[in-house]
């Protein structure tokens, strides 16, 4: 990889990982919609819904439903990891990790086979997003993406919409975030000086 391709990887990659923990806080203090405790189901709730959206395909729930609830919780699992297994991964001259150097071999080499593996469970994830996204459109007639853009639904019914953004929160969450990300970053040892890295 050419240093300018690793530089744009490694952005993206913190990018990831400030998404991700201000997502964890947003699904705490965030809206009516985001917050975990409204869209994360047990066992029995995720397989109810599941018959009852064979038996009725016409129902329509607002927020996310349970198998989505569920695929927000593995795509942020995954996410996260790939960014923090990134932190530890690397083996060429000046693309490494930030914290690459301060962990013990074995640490590196699972860093490093977990970041493949990771990636490609990630993308079947995506695809299966998408999949389900597209079996929405065509079976359903359900046009899932609008909502998903810009968190506006046409369900109908009495159901309880989003009363205010809560911008001011999400922006104090997200420099939150950027700082913690920041802090990670700042306090990982500095790379060894041996001369004969340079060779």
Not at 18 to 41: D, E, P
Not at 86 to 94: D, F, I, P, V
Not at 96 to 109: C, I, L, R, S, T
Not at 126 to 137: K, P, Q
Request: glycine share 12%; proline share 6%; charged share 10%.
């Amino acid at each position: 990889m050419e240093a300018s391709g690793f530089w744009l990887h490694t952005i993206f990659g913190y990018s990831a990982l400030v998404l991700v923990l201000w997502r964890l806080g947003w699904g705490y203090i965030g809206t009516r919609y985001a917050l975990f405790r409204n869209f994360i189901a047990g066992p029995r709730s995720t397989l109810a819904y599941l018959r009852a959206e064979a038996s009725d395909p016409s129902t329509i729930q607002v927020g996310h439903s349970p198998t989505g609830g569920w695929a927000i919780i593995a795509m942020l699992a995954l996410i996260g990891l790939q960014a923090c297994s990134g932190l530890l991964n690397g083996g060429e001259l000046l693309m490494e990790g930030p914290w690459f150097q301060a962990v013990p071999g074995w640490a590196k080499d699972f860093a490093h086979e977990f970041h493949e593996l990771n990636f490609n469970i990630l993308l079947g994830l995506v695809g299966l997003h998408l999949a389900a996204i597209l079996f929405y459109a065509v079976k359903r007639k359900r046009n899932l993406l609008p909502a998903m853009i810009t968190g506006y639904s046409k369900a109908g019914g009495d159901s309880q919409g989003v009363g205010s953004h809560r911008l001011l929160p999400a922006l104090l969450l997200l420099a939150l975030a950027a700082l913690i990300v920041w802090a990670i970053i700042s306090l990982a040892p500095p790379p060894s000086a041996d001369p004969m890295d340079m060779f």
